[in-house]
């Protein structure tokens, strides 16, 4: 796998692509300090995966991954930050995020995520999960969305990541093949901005 890692804290950007380089299967590892170097030097072309900090100083994270959703398609994106407001997490899914790791986690489960975002998952942290479903309870008309937006099932999957359980865990229990907690996940994400685009 190639991907473009976008961090403006030199130890969090050494610390990640040392991991990545660790742990394997990454063909090739970019590494930028900004939104506007990985824009201008960043071989987007063979490029599969982005994993950005959202908080950057010029162009913010959400707006990176907006861009690159609009012009290489073919990239997965994944937010990697301390960010896990509600209005961040909903942002960085509408701009097409296909991942939402939340920073302090061990580095390993960050290196099995964007494998598992690649080979078609949709990895969130538990804190994101538990954001998602406190905002879809809130019932927030301007919002357009409430937890009655997903299916028993996929209420179901959010609250077992929220207690912090692995995908393989949930999949296990409900009796459902890893390849459809997923396509649930997916489904979440899908809802998500379906219903507040419109």
Same mark, same amino acid.
């Given at each position: 796998?190639?991907?473009? *890692?976008?961090?403006?804290n030199?130890?969090?950007?050494?610390?990640?692509?040392?991991?990545?380089?660790?742990?394997?299967?990454?063909e /090739?590892i #970019?590494?930028f300090?900004?939104? %506007?170097?990985? =824009?201008?030097?960043?071989?987007? $072309?063979?490029? %599969? @995966?982005?994993?950005?900090?959202?908080? =950057?100083?010029?162009?913010?994270?959400?707006? =990176?991954?907006?861009?690159?959703?609009?012009?290489?398609?073919?990239?997965? /994106?994944?937010?990697?930050?301390?960010?896990?407001? +509600?209005?961040?997490?909903? /942002?960085?899914?509408?701009?097409?995020?296909?991942? !939402?790791?939340?920073?302090?986690?061990?580095?390993?489960?960050?290196?099995?995520? =964007?494998?598992?975002?690649? #080979?078609?998952? *949709?990895?969130? /942290?538990?804190?994101?999960?538990?954001?998602?479903?406190?905002?879809?309870?809130?019932?927030?008309?301007?919002? +357009?969305?409430?937890?009655?937006?997903f299916?028993?099932? %996929?209420?179901?999957?959010?609250?077992?990541?929220?207690?912090? !359980?692995?995908?393989?865990?949930? $999949?296990y229990?409900?009796?459902?093949? @890893?390849?459809? @907690?997923? #396509?649930?996940?997916?489904?979440?994400? $899908?809802? @998500?901005?379906?219903?507040? $685009?419109?």
């Amino acid at each position: 796998m190639n991907i473009v *890692i976008v961090e403006d804290n030199a130890l969090t950007r050494r610390i990640l692509e040392l991991t990545l380089k660790r742990e394997g299967g990454f063909e /090739s590892i #970019e590494v930028f300090d900004s939104a %506007e170097q990985a =824009l201008e030097k960043a071989n987007w $072309a063979d490029t %599969e @995966i982005l994993l950005t900090d959202i908080n =950057l100083c010029v162009m913010s994270g959400v707006d =990176l991954i907006k861009w690159v959703q609009q012009n290489h398609p073919h990239i997965d /994106s994944m937010a990697h930050t301390f960010q896990d407001s +509600g209005d961040m997490v909903f /942002s960085t899914i509408l701009a097409g995020a296909s991942g !939402y790791q939340v920073k302090g986690e061990k580095p390993y489960h960050l290196a099995e995520a =964007l494998v598992t975002m690649r #080979e078609g998952g *949709i990895p969130i /942290s538990p804190s994101v999960a538990g954001k998602i479903i406190d905002l879809m309870l809130s019932e927030d008309p301007d919002r +357009g969305i409430s937890f009655n937006s997903f299916s028993e099932v %996929e209420k179901q999957i959010l609250l077992m990541v929220r207690k912090g !359980y692995s995908y393989q865990d949930i $999949a296990y229990n409900m009796d459902l093949s @890893i390849q459809c @907690i997923h #396509e649930h996940v997916r489904s979440v994400f $899908a809802t @998500i901005r379906n219903k507040i $685009a419109c």
